[in-house]
């Protein structure tokens, strides 16, 4: 394919103004000298093979998107870049609140973000410190300044025959730029229109070269501000009217049916121990002056006095980072050269959250009045139940974060015997996690200071008044994360020829791979027992080292002077695992082929299989105490929301996940500007590892430890405990774990068309469009189960599309981006206003987001861009009314990608000295 070779000397790192989000496959390396038919064209490495070739497409495809693509964008993060891409699919996050701040994930074809590899420069980056949901380590890719990198390569498939582990879903490869020359100043400041998260960029590149070095640093600042709910109309829009009983009410969501919190000022006194009535309400005086501007009193509800819980909840946290990127490299002589690579980043995020709450009974011992959270020695007691939400604590609840990173590599590059490469390199990474998350509530310390006597006059505090400041120091407390992330390996890779075949030469390529990986996620003592109430948290922590050995060959099957060609491409890995699961060695093969019926058209295929070690947060953890609530209906008919402790633990004998991967395609360059390409592909997942969920537990009666124990702590296993509350049964606890049992695979076609257009003395027009359709997503969640479709029930989109179209005439230039993200089918519970309820289908709107931008560059090497991002201003698509999750916050799929931001307006100057 004439084209795509001349590429890989000319078209990688050109710089011009007209960039698609989906280019060309690229490669890793390649020589910017202009080159001509006549001249020698290079061997590069492109993602998905370590033989070097001449031609960009390899025997499955990859997107690859440039620094220019991502300027014309409008995209500011190698987070956003990735979530847009039409191969990530299915659940991600971005700075998620429950167990880590401002880390982000990218999930390849929805197989989940710890099935998609990472490497930065084609290396393996440390995990991120704590695991996603308690549970998932992932490879955060937040910290990666998008002013450093040169490329993304995005191999969608499995490829654990090249990469090992983790390569199921697909690899990302994240090229940053080196042999940069000159000075490079990059400021940008954007502004949402309906306010919150504004966002400050800072980028300085200076490039250094002599005879035999050359070298680039770059130090990007990031400040973003903090979005809260009450920023957006979408989220918070509440508001008091009157129901059809003529009871006042107070809601918030679409269809203002979210209701307050209960969880407020209000206390049960069952056995009327100190109070004439069981119920003890707060007054509308007493409701306001202890809850403040969140007090919402509804003197017809259940429990009176309610809280908005919802206006001070921080969406995205505040961010402020400091980004530095070293790339070096030294010429030994005409064959050998040094390089090196130094990556850190310095990172705080300070996140709004609502003010603490409890919603906890108490057990007083009848003979010696002694206060506990359970019954155990008591052979008579009294029950006492305590809603509160502590507005009272001085100052906003928080939670601080910090993370920090450090990578270096270090390496050699040459030849031997002038006809073989060999790149030998050592790299070694550090990332450290500490989070304080600042209000919280000490179970001991109530129980020392509570009394539900109102007429008590010693300094003890009664669950009904305003705490005083002294009483606030003695129960707020802090709940504390340290973790730590760690990665060393050594790679070295020998290619080449090894021999002359019959239609040609036959490539070759081995790698021989050691790392060692450790983690240790601590927190402090009272969050792992359980004493901050309402807070849970676990420690883990544990090592393993991997060994491997890949051998890879590109085997030319037929070569004709008319262009017609037949390569062959096989490749086979072997990695051990050194760790305390049962996973031990792991083989994996892969087999290939590419047909050239002529110069401009190929047609691939491939097969292999592919593997998954275990997380070593499945593996190591330790008791996790978590909490989770759902909705529970009394007798009144009102809904509450009921809390319930969830705990779960780590798994010795988890074995690795097997998988299995195909792929079809075709691609065609007619002309030398247009390129189309066709893939249909399948992934198959064997023994996935999942943790049971809470409907498969309560709906098995021998999970039931009902009677049997009285807390989840006192069983190890899967189980769960009811409790009965004013006759309605709940959920007290439940205990779940990480097993290997579930099926999953995906299937679909992806294409893509590219078109430049010559204009004359109008410019130059390059138009792109790029479509993932997901054929199906099934689950299976263990041997037998039924098999589901993800497409059909979990609001997994069938289909994501880019598209951009951009325009230039000298010095100006006009680009336009459109995202596209397909409807969504799914089956949830429906309640409707007669009472009645039942499951139905439900389909969320396709979500479309426009960017525009439009860039000047002047005489004296500087260029402005002004732009707008998301210019219709597009909101998440809702679920349908009587939808449970249609006022179930955040109101809409947040797990697919939507944002709440809105539309933005943005400045950027960029200059060269």
Known sequence: MKANKLALAIGLTASGALGTLAGAASAQTADTTPATDDQIIERIEVTGSRIKRIDLEGVAPVQVISAVDIEASGLTTITDVLQTSTANSGVNFTGDGSYVESASSVNLRGMGVNRTLVLINGRR???????????????????IPASAVERIEILTGGASAIYGSDAIGGVVNIILKKGYEGTEIDARYTAPQQGGFEQTDFAFTQGFATEKTSTMVMLEYKKIES????????????????????????????????????????????????????????????????LGDGAVFLPEQSYRCYYDSDATEGVM??????????????????????????????????????????????????????????????????????RRRFVDFPGERMYYSTVQKYALTAGASGTLFNDYDLDVSWSSGLNLYDREKIHMVNGAAVLEMITFDPNDTSDKWYPMDQLTDEQAARIMDVSVTDSEATINQFQATLSGDLMEGFAGPIAFATSVEWASESYEDKQDEDTVSGGLLGQGGTNGGGDRTRSALAVELAIPLLNTAGGQSLELSTAARYDHYNDDSSVGGAYTPQIGLMYHPYEDMLIRGSWGKSFRAPDMHRLYAGDTLGFGAE????????????????????????????????????????????????????????????????????????????????????????????????????????????????FESTRGVDAKFSKDFELGDLGELRFSVETSYVAEKLYQEYVGGEVEDATKLFYTPKLKANSSIGWRRDNLAVNLTYFYTGSAKGYDYFEYPDGTEEQAYDTLDAYKTVNLNASYEFPWEGRVTVGVNNLTDEMPPLFQQYNTYRNDFPYHADWLGYDVIGRTMYLRYKHNL
């Open 317 to 386: 946290p505040a961010d402020e980072r400091i980004n530095l990127v070293v790339n070096t490299e030294y010429e030994l002589n005409e064959d050998w050269s040094l390089f090196g690579t130094l990556q850190s980043s310095y990172k705080t995020s300070d996140r709004f959250k609502t003010d603490k709450s409890i919603a906890e009974d108490i057990y007083m011992d009848a003979d010696s009045g002694r206060l506990a959270y359970t019954t155990e020695g008591m052979d008579d007691y009294h029950r006492f139940q305590v």
């Open 227 to 290: 979005l809260l709910n009450r920023d957006r109309d979408f989220l918070y829009s509440p508001r008091y009217y009157t129901n059809e009983d003529g009871e006042t009410m107070w809601g918030n969501g679409p269809d203002h049916l979210d209701s307050p919190s209960s969880s407020a000022l209000y206390l049960r006194d069952y056995d009327r121990v100190f109070n004439p009535d069981s119920r003890v309400y707060a007054t509308e005086e007493g409701c306001n002056q202890v």
């Open 631 to 742: 909705n529970l209906v009394l007798p009144t008919g009102e809904v509450i929301e009921d809390a319930y402790d969830a705990y779960s633990a780590g798994n010795m004998d988890l074995e690795e996940e097997k998988g299995d991967y195909w792929n079809l395609g075709l691609v065609w360059t007619p002309t030398d500007d247009i390129e189309m390409t066709l893939d249909v592909w399948e992934i198959e997942l064997r023994g996935a590892v999942r943790s049971v969920s809470n409907r498969e537990i309560i709906e098995d009666p021998n999970y039931n430890m009902t009677g049997s124990y009285s807390s989840c702590s006192q069983f190890n296993g899967l189980g769960f405990i009811n409790i009965v509350d004013d006759g309605v049964e709940n959920l007290l606890c439940i205990r779940k774990g990480p097993i290997n049992a579930a």
């Open 125 to 143: 980056q440390a995990s991120f410190p704590t695991a996603y949901g308690g549970s998932t380590n992932f490879t955060d890719v937040s910290d």
